[in-house]
């Protein structure tokens, strides 16, 4: 996989969560209510606290899977938890359960 910028992988993370028939609702929920504009600012926003909090630039910026990967996540989040009302809490105990049943080393796109 080429290397990619933060905008491109949000972007084409979008591609890759619409393959999910749910998911896929939900962002076409979530474009209604806000705007594609709007929407890809928020999720540029949550991803920008994400790395203000923690130290992601070496996990999730060391390669372009990574960085999708991330991408996919922080969309994810966002739509169950902004648009879907999932509580968070609720939301890592489903993460949690996921990951144990994936193979450590399954790329999931």
């Known amino acids: 996989m080429e290397s990619m910028t933060l905008v491109e992988a949000c972007r ?3 591609t890759i969560l619409q393959r999910n028939p749910e998911l ?3 962002y076409r929920n979530a474009v209604r209510r806000y705007g594609e504009g709007e929407l890809f600012c928020a999720l540029m926003d949550l991803i920008a606290r ?3 909090e923690g130290k992601l630039e070496e996990e999730v910026f060391k390669n372009p899977q990574s ?3 991330f991408c996919c996540g922080a969309w994810i989040q966002f739509l169950l938890v902004e648009v879907a009302g999932m509580k968070k809490a609720d939301l890592h105990a489903v993460a949690r359960k996921i990951f144990k049943e994936t193979h450590s080393n399954r790329s999931l796109h």
């Open 50 to 52: 994400a790395y203000e």
């Open 12 to 14: 084409f993370s979008a």
């Open 67 to 69: 960085l999708l990967s």
């Open 24 to 26: 896929a609702a939900i």
